[in-house]
């Protein structure tokens, strides 16, 4: 499954693709993670908090291909982009596992994924280093085979989006 989830509007999903999931995460109800666990021991692998959040984690885990979307804010994703990663943890069990030296959650049922972020925004060089070593870090426990990083600026997003889209489609 190809996956886009975005922090924005992008007119490049406006006509109809096939082989593609487009999220807009400002269209859905998304409330903050509020750090209960219940989705680890209450329900395993499902969130407690019934909101929109529970339609997008399992299609994240079932991805082989994603690309996020996202303003870069202080070396982070933005507010919304972020809180739906936090509420993604149900597709992670409470065990931990060694990866390379270091302690990571054991996945569950989540297929290794390519994937591309796309930060946008006016970003400095700074906050690149930092959203570098965030997706580094990320990638580790979100299952990625591997992971590119794009910086544009706003105006840039939709041809970034559909450059990287019509690689997709071939």
């Known amino acids: 499954m190809n996956l886009v989830l975005?922090?924005?509007?992008?007119?490049?999903?406006?006509?109809h693709?096939?082989?593609?999931?487009?999220?807009?995460?400002?269209?859905?109800n998304i409330t903050n993670c509020v750090g209960c666990f219940g989705c680890w021991t209450k329900t395993p692998g499902?969130?407690?908090?019934?909101?929109?959040?529970?339609?997008v984690y399992p299609q994240i885990a079932a991805s082989d291909r994603i690309l996020?979307?996202?303003?870069?804010?202080?070396?982070?994703?933005?507010?919304i982009m972020k809180t739906m990663l936090e509420r993604s943890i149900p597709v992670q069990q409470a065990f931990?596992?060694?990866l390379h030296g270091e302690t990571h959650h054991?996945?569950?049922?989540?297929?290794?994924?390519?994937?591309?972020?796309i930060g946008y925004?006016?970003?400095?060089?700074?906050?690149?280093?930092?959203?570098?070593?965030?997706?580094?870090?990320?990638?580790?426990?979100?299952?990625?085979?591997?992971?590119?990083i794009i910086f544009v600026t706003e105006n840039e997003v939709e041809?970034?989006?559909?450059n990287e889209v019509s690689t997709w489609e071939k």
């Open 17 to 28: 693709h096939p082989t593609i999931q487009f999220i807009d995460l400002t269209k859905l």
């Open 46 to 55: 499902k969130c407690v908090i019934r909101d929109d959040a529970i339609k």
């Open 159 to 162: 041809a970034a989006v559909r």
């Open 121 to 148: 925004g006016d970003i400095s060089p700074e906050e690149q280093k930092i959203f570098r070593l965030l997706v580094e870090r990320n990638a580790k426990n979100m299952s990625f085979q591997s992971y590119r």
């Open 96 to 98: 931990i596992r060694l």
């Open 68 to 79: 996020y979307v996202s303003r870069i804010k202080y070396g982070g994703y933005d507010t």
């Open 6 to 15: 975005s922090d924005r509007n992008l007119d490049v999903f406006k006509d």
């Open 106 to 117: 054991v996945q569950r049922n989540v297929v290794p994924k390519k994937a591309v972020i």
